[in-house]
């Protein structure tokens, strides 16, 4: 079992902290109220060479696990800032990293790690599919050396700040393919070749700050020699990149979880009503102490998942699990923050509202808590399949 207190995850708590002190909550505030992308805190995280933790070092990254980087992560969020600007980097490389050619991996991942190139987008979801991935409208037909793509794609994220971005489109139509997960590929997308040339991007105004879009393609052309591995398999090469984003996201989440713990205890100890603080009733108490040990617990399952991801072993139910434990609990202890704070709760100087509303988006992306638990009931349960 992986010891939560190394020293190695100190040295990385401490360098990541350091960070963002330089980009404290008046900053978050700052760029939630502009709907600004926070571009100076992205290029310091790259900079220090923390997005790059993943990437192996003969490709100029630091080679760690998945279990420092998300360290890296959970200190961003617990720190009070937004993991959300910038994980997409760490996930995403991996799609590259296990199915690219090795001509793919030395033309962009030393770029990605030394910061000259964003890979912050992946584009998966439709607006007609949702969830049922494999029924994607988004079609890629390749004309001699180029993939001709048609389709939408809908809540894709910090294409406005990417240069690069995976995209899922079918190269064999549903209907002409035994299992409905064939026949789907992926490609790596030039963003500034793209926008203009058969993609455009529409903004979407949403309840968090977050940089997402509407993606409509219109015979955009991409070089045969952008499809990553083999034609067909794309499902399968999402798949698989998900088990450590699921780790990932659930470190940010048990960041925010201890953000929302630690104000709402701060806040308890120095508001006085009634002529006490109102930390001394148990009915403030008792929500606190709930949501710090659901946090806790959902940290073990944390470490379990990376554990075994970093030791080839398969993570998909640590994984799953992890991120529903975490999801869970930092929104519960979004709502005792919130409830602690009364009023003040609603006052965007207490950034309780804005950390709210951000840790309430890991209840539905990158994946819904309804999936997670259908995954759980079918494939370790061994319920009957239910879709
Ligand atoms: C801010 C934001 C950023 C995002 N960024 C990206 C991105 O960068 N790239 C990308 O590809 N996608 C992105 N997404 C999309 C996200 O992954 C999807 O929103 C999510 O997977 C859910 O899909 P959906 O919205 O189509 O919901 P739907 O599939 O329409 O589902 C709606 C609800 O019904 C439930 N549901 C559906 N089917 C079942 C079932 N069989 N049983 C029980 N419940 C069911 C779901 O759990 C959900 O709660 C983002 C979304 C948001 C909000």
């Known amino acids: 079992m992986i010891n939560p207190?190394?020293?190695?995850?100190?040295?990385?708590?401490?360098?990541?902290?350091?960070?963002?002190?330089?980009?404290?909550?008046?900053?978050?505030?700052?760029?939630?109220?502009?709907?600004?992308?926070?571009?100076?805190?992205?290029?310091a995280m790259t900079e220090a060479g923390w997005l790059a933790a993943m990437i192996p070092e003969e490709y100029g990254g630091s080679g760690l696990g998945l279990a420092e980087a998300s360290v890296i992560l959970e200190e961003v969020n617990r720190a009070g800032g937004n993991s959300g600007t910038v994980?997409?980097?760490?996930?995403?490389?991996?799609?590259?990293?296990?199915?690219?050619?090795?001509?793919?991996?030395?033309?962009?991942?030393p770029k990605l790690a030394a910061g000259q190139l964003r890979l912050q987008s992946m584009a998966v979801t439709e607006p007609t599919t949702g969830t049922d991935t494999t029924k994607i409208k988004t079609t890629a037909v390749r004309k001699g050396?180029?993939?001709?793509?048609?389709?939408?794609?809908?809540?894709?994220?910090?294409?406005?700040?990417?240069?690069?971005?995976?995209?899922l489109a079918?190269?064999?139509?549903?209907?002409?393919?035994?299992?409905?997960?064939?026949?789907?590929?992926?490609?790596?997308?030039?963003?500034?070749?793209?926008?203009?040339?058969?993609?455009?991007?529409?903004?979407?105004?949403?309840?968090?700050?977050?940089?997402?879009?509407?993606?409509?393609?219109?015979?955009?052309?991409?070089p045969a020699e952008n499809l990553?591995?083999?034609?067909?398999?794309?499902?399968?090469?999402?798949?698989?990149?998900?088990?450590?984003?699921?780790?990932?996201?659930?470190?940010?989440?048990?960041?925010?979880?201890?953000?929302?713990?630690?104000?709402?205890?701060?806040?308890?100890?120095?508001?006085?009503?009634?002529?006490?603080p109102i930390g001394k009733n148990q009915g403030i108490q008792f929500p606190i102490a709930k949501a710090h040990i659901n946090v806790e617990a959902a940290d073990l399952m944390r470490w379990r998942a990376c554990e075994e991801y970093d030791s080839g072993r398969n993570a998909g139910a640590s994984a799953n699990m992890a991120k529903y434990l975490a999801a869970e609990s930092s929104w519960e202890a979004a709502n005792v923050c919130m409830q602690t704070h009364g009023g003040f709760g609603f006052a965007n100087e207490y950034d309780v509202e804005r950390k709210f509303r951000e840790t309430r988006l890991?209840?539905?992306?990158?994946?819904?808590?309804?999936?997670?638990?259908?995954?759980?009931?079918?494939?370790?349960?061994?319920?009957?399949?239910?879709?």
């Open 145 to 167: 050396d180029k993939y001709i793509v048609n389709g939408q794609k809908v809540w894709i994220s910090r294409v406005q700040h990417s240069d690069l971005m995976i995209l």
């Open 362 to 387: 890991y209840q539905v992306a990158p994946i819904s808590t309804n999936l997670i638990l259908s995954y759980v009931a079918e494939h370790l349960l061994e319920l009957p399949r239910s879709f």
């Open 87 to 109: 994980h997409g980097q760490m996930y995403n490389m991996f799609t590259l990293l296990r199915h690219g050619s090795e001509e793919q991996k030395q033309k962009y991942l």
């Open 228 to 276: 990553i591995g083999e034609e067909g398999k794309g499902f399968r090469y999402i798949l698989d990149g998900l088990n450590a984003e699921r780790a990932l996201i659930a470190a940010e989440c048990i960041g925010d979880g201890r953000w929302f713990i630690e104000k709402a205890r701060k806040y308890a100890c120095a508001r006085e009503v009634f002529g006490r």
């Open 170 to 222: 079918r190269t064999t139509a549903l209907e002409e393919v035994r299992r409905k997960s064939d026949g789907m590929s992926i490609f790596i997308v030039d963003l500034h070749h793209a926008i203009g040339n058969g993609l455009t991007v529409q903004p979407i105004a949403n309840m968090v700050n977050h940089e997402t879009n509407e993606l409509f393609f219109d015979n955009l052309e991409i």
């Open 5 to 43: 207190a190394l020293e190695e995850f100190e040295e990385i708590r401490e360098g990541v902290r350091g960070l963002c002190q330089n980009f404290d909550a008046a900053y978050w505030r700052g760029v939630d109220e502009r709907k600004a992308f926070p571009e100076e805190f992205v290029t």
